[in-house]
């Protein structure tokens, strides 16, 4: 079963976030920027397809929104 890809500026993901690294978001469930505030991203981590420069990018996006991961 494959998730349905995700519209990064819909969804709010930065541009520059890689296409795997948007596929492990969508199989986890999350289809929004401010979803991933729940998370931490160590856990972001442990998805196949995400990597360091993917929860970096995103820790930046969410920072510019006032928002953090989960600690």
Known sequence: MTAEPIDPAQGGFPAGLS???LRALA???YR???QLSAVSGSELLKLHGMGPKGVRLLREALEAKGLSFRK
Do not use: M
């Open 19 to 21: 296409q795997p690294a």
């Open 27 to 29: 199989h986890a469930g």
């Open 32 to 34: 929004t920027l401010e």
